[in-house]
């Protein structure tokens, strides 16, 4: 089921060019919602992902291949080219290889021809599970958007706790539906605030809680800001002030967290390591109201 889309976004945002990946594979239905989420909300879209499931690949890169057997989910037969796109919607496009790779390609091949120009924001996922703390690392998702980041392209990496790896073709699950508005929703709050929409170097890393009875629609789940990893007491330095803090809840506090809730934390694209209290700051700014704090 598509949500209203008008009902739940943010006001006065702007139309603009994304550049779209993940590690799950450009056939996983997650991704495909957010492009018709993110269309919807009168968006450019281009997707550029790996023609298989990468998850766990991090940041490496390899040449692209061939297929020497289908596309996952039989998207595309053996012996396809190593890039090739979707015949009848050629902005859904597939590489075969590594995340990074993918959204790579997307930037300096695919989108070029779509918006005479590169992207101005990179989104990847939504993935299949939370990318929370140390698993930043190992992200395929991740990989993607830290690589746009350190590009220039500001980037945000989309995950979720609910679902698992599923067709485009299957019924679209109730999940997946709540998790590309809540992504388009983001989206949107970050490109109204104007650019440059996140500082240079920085990617946000949100993840979603669970899809339940009580967190069924968008409008259930409120956005956290929040730190990647767990600080240390007394070396860690200081996060930016809110909800009368001076540290933030780590993603792990807020996926525990009773009630609906995303996280939404503030990292360094070469690192992948949480940013400092005045980038946090610039993001807190923009995202504002739509922000609230835990309880």
């Not at 959204?103 to 939370?130: E, H, M, S």
């Not at 992504?183 to 104007?194: D, E, I, P, S």
Request: charged residues 15%; aromatic residues 8%; contains cysteine.
């Amino acid at each position: 089921m598509r949500f209203d889309i008008l009902a739940i976004l943010p006001l006065a945002a702007s139309a603009v060019n994304i550049i779209s990946s993940n590690d799950d594979g450009w056939a996983e239905v997650n991704i495909r919602a957010l492009f018709e989420s993110l269309g919807a909300a009168d968006h450019s879209v281009v997707v550029s992902a790996p023609a298989e499931n990468q998850s766990g690949k991090g940041s490496m890169e390899a040449e692209p291949t061939v297929l020497t057997e289908p596309c996952e989910f039989n998207s595309c037969p053996s012996g396809s080219p190593a890039v090739g796109f979707n015949s009848s919607e050629p902005r859904l496009g597939y590489v075969n290889s590594y995340p990074v790779t993918s959204i790579q390609y997307g930037i300096n091949t695919r989108a070029p021809k779509f918006f005479n120009g590169p992207p101005d924001l990179a989104v990847t996922g939504p993935n299949v599970g939370n990318n929370i703390g140390l698993t930043v690392y190992f992200s395929g998702t991740v990989g993607a958007a830290t690589y746009a980041a350190h590009e220039g392209i500001p980037a945000i990496a989309f995950s979720g706790a609910s679902g698992s790896q599923t067709s485009w073709e299957s019924s679209r699950p109730h999940y997946s539906d709540v998790y590309a508005d809540l992504a388009t929703n983001l989206t949107n709050q970050v490109v109204a605030a104007g650019k440059p929409y996140l500082p240079d170097d920085v990617w946000l890393n949100v993840n979603f809680g669970k899809v339940s009875d009580e967190c069924t629609s968008p409008a259930d789940f409120s956005f956290v800001l929040s730190r990647i990893h767990i600080a240390v007491p007394f070396l860690t330095p200081n996060d930016v002030t809110t909800c009368g803090k001076s540290r933030l809840p780590s993603e792990v506090e807020v996926s525990l967290a009773s009630g609906c809730y995303a996280s939404v934390s503030v990292g360094i694209a070469a690192s992948k390591n949480d940013a400092d209290a005045e980038m946090q700051g610039i993001v807190l700014k923009k995202l504002g109201n739509f922000l609230t704090c835990l309880p």
